[in-house]
Nanobody, 118 residues
Framework: QVQLVESGGGLVQPGGSLRLSCAAS????????MSWYRQSPGMERELVAS????????NYKDSVKGRFTIARDDAENMVYLQMNSLRLEDTAVYYC???????????WGQGTQVTVSS
């Protein structure tokens, strides 16, 4: 079955960095669009970054451009989110999402908490 397992969250001071990882299994990873979303209490889940298959075209939420980088490793079925210059407003639960090619479905991980606090 499809599994997405996030890791790498934690507590970090403003200006710090974290690297989130998402381990994928149970589907053809290399042809799937992979994304990171986040959700803060009382807020809707929002797209942070996405990366396409094959060419690997990336897309970012405006507020994270220049600070966050999404990357994928198709050999290891992994997607990463490098987060630098973290701000208080980046605090949220971060979720990994997979969109499978050809109507194969949409899947979510369980989320990992990122807390930016001094």
């Amino acid at each position: 079955q499809v599994q997405l397992v996030e890791s790498g969250g934690g507590l970090v001071q403003p200006g710090g960095s974290l690297r989130l990882s998402c381990a994928a299994s149970g589907f053809k990873f290399s042809t799937s669009v992979m994304s990171w979303y986040r959700q803060s209490p009382g807020m809707e889940r929002e797209l942070v970054a996405s990366i396409g298959s094959v060419v690997g075209t990336t897309n970012y939420k405006d507020s994270v451009k220049g600070r966050f980088t999404i990357a994928r490793d198709d050999a290891e079925n992994m997607v990463y989110l490098q987060m630098n210059s973290l701000r208080l407003e980046d605090t949220a639960v971060y979720y990994c999402k997979a969109i499978l090619r050809g109507g194969g479905g949409v899947y979510w991980g369980q989320g990992t908490q990122v807390t930016v606090s001094s």
